[in-house]
């Protein structure tokens, strides 16, 4: 999966992000995906700009957590998934990407 997938499919799922009412920043091996969900609806963009939480993944290992190949927690871990930030918005994002 591109980068460009990757954020068209997280700026179709996002629709459900207004309960997140924060920003997130997905940092993958291919580029940044960030998300702006204090504007309704939210926002998707490859700009690279502080969040108040920051997601660390592979594009490989996000794909994987969202066909359920790969269950978030243990990725969280086993250290494929990284958070810097507010652990809380993280966990919604699970919610939100499901």
């Keep these: 999966m591109t980068l460009q997938e990757l954020t068209d499919q997280i700026r179709t799922k996002a629709t459900h992000a207004d309960s ?11 580029g940044v ?15 690279d700009k ?12 996000l794909v994987r ?4 190949d790969l269950n978030p927690m243990m990725a969280f ?3 494929k998934l990284k958070v810097k930030g507010d652990m809380g918005i993280a966990m919604k994002m ?3 990407m499901a």
């Design 20 to 30: 997140l009412n924060a920003t997130a920043k997905i940092v993958t091996d291919q």
């Design 33 to 47: 995906v960030y998300i702006d969900a204090k504007q309704s609806p939210a926002v998707v963009s490859n700009d």
């Design 50 to 61: 502080p969040a108040d939480c920051d997601l660390y993944v592979s594009i490989n290992d």
């Design 65 to 68: 957590m969202g066909t359920g």
């Design 77 to 79: 871990m086993s250290g």
């Design 94 to 96: 699970g919610q939100v």
